[in-house]
């Protein structure tokens, strides 16, 4: 988050009115919805996981034990379950989608 100092980007009068609410304390302008982005979107991390989640069910799909998962991508049991939980869902609602239309 960057500060900007509103006397520097607003109108005089829109300052002075602002003042009336907020003199001298600090106020946080969040952005519009439309340039709102959802977490990892701006650094690419929600698709690399996304990524790595679909490898780690192909791998135990095509074999690999929750043992040898937790070794390769250094997650905790509990984590690759939960991995495999949701992607087995994601799979079948995809299926399922597929055979609807």
């Known amino acids: 988050m960057k500060y900007a100092k509103a006397q520097d980007v607003?109108?005089?009068?829109i300052v002075k009115i602002i003042q009336?609410?907020?003199d001298g304390k600090y106020?946080?302008?969040p952005r519009k919805n439309e340039n709102h982005k959802a977490?990892?979107?701006?650094s690419g991390i929600k698709n690399s996981?996304?990524?790595?989640?679909?490898?780690?069910y192909k791998k135990y799909i095509d074999?690999?034990?929750?043992?040898?998962?937790?070794q390769e991508y250094y997650l905790s049991e509990k984590s690759i379950r939960r991995i495999?939980?949701?992607q087995k869902r994601i799979f079948s609602?995809?299926?399922q989608n597929c055979l609807l239309d």
């Open 84 to 86: 495999l939980g949701q």
């Open 10 to 13: 607003l109108p005089e009068e």
């Open 93 to 95: 609602q995809s299926l």
């Open 20 to 22: 009336e609410y907020v």
């Open 27 to 29: 106020l946080y302008v």
């Open 39 to 42: 977490w990892g979107e701006k």
């Open 63 to 70: 074999g690999a034990t929750i043992n040898e998962l937790t």
């Open 49 to 56: 996981l996304k990524v790595r989640n679909n490898e780690i």
